[in-house]
């Protein structure tokens, strides 16, 4: 059992950066692929980024050269760079665990482990 926790939320303007974070208790990433997760208000969860246990990452169109995932296997966490947000960024971000198949890897189910989320609101 992995529990995960996200962190790093907040209210920001067109143009700033966050980063959050992704921490696992109780279990380690290892062996995991951690990705990220959004939902906005009155849509479906989409995939945003993922950290393979291999190490390789894949991005969303939507976010591919404005936000960054990393690992760091000595604290047991996973960051999620957000550079050049937009105020389609909005949403509830989750951190999300799992072994996914390389052409899996965007679908939530393949996920077995969730954290609660945390709120990212680009407004100006």
């Known amino acids: 059992q992995v529990h995960v926790e996200e962190s790093g939320g907040g209210l920001v303007q067109p143009g700033d950066s966050l980063r959050l974070t992704c921490a696992a208790s109780g279990s380690t990433f290892s062996g995991y692929g951690v990705a990220w997760f959004r939902q906005a208000s009155g849509k479906e969860r989409e995939f945003v980024a993922t950290?393979?246990?291999?190490?390789?990452?894949h991005y969303a169109d939507s976010v591919k050269g404005r936000f960054t995932i990393s690992r760091d296997s000595g604290k047991n966490t996973v960051y999620l760079q957000m550079d050049a947000l937009r105020p389609e960024d909005t949403a509830v971000y989750y951190c999300?665990?799992?072994?996914?198949?390389?052409?899996?890897?965007?679908?939530?189910?393949?996920?077995?482990?969730w954290g609660q989320g945390t709120q990212v609101t680009v407004s100006s």
């Open positions: 950290i393979r246990a291999t190490n390789t990452k």
């Open positions: 999300a665990v799992g072994r996914p198949i390389l052409s899996s890897i965007q679908a939530p189910n393949m996920y077995y482990y």
